[in-house]
């Protein structure tokens, strides 16, 4: 009778240790879930700075004509009424080449305002 009492007593003790460690809401399911919280953390954090950055030029276009100006002239090549365009033509390297000899850095291109004229 004793034999089967301690007998029984370490099944049970063997179910509840399996469910403890591999069961539903035991260690491995918990590993799990602290793995994907951590994922999620690092991903809210991505999202995050992304939304400020926004939030950041939105106020930028709303506030003032500096950053509208800036993206007009980057990205659809906006001259101002008062300025003349100059682009050099050829390769970089030959521009590099002819205006290192003058001294200057003409690899970019330059916009220069009528009044310096």
Known sequence: MLKALIAALMVL???LQWRFWLGDGGIRELKQTTAEVQK?????KQQRDVNTALR??????V??????EE???AELGMVGPDETFYQFVGTKAEVATDNLADG???TQIL???DSAR
């Open 71 to 73: 993206r007009a002239r």
């Open 40 to 44: 999620l953390t690092e991903s809210l």
């Open 111 to 113: 916009t220069v305002p």
């Open 63 to 68: 506030d003032g004509v500096g950053e509208i």
């Open 56 to 61: 950041a030029e939105v106020t930028d276009l």
């Open 104 to 106: 200057k850095d003409a």
């Open 13 to 15: 003790f063997v179910a």
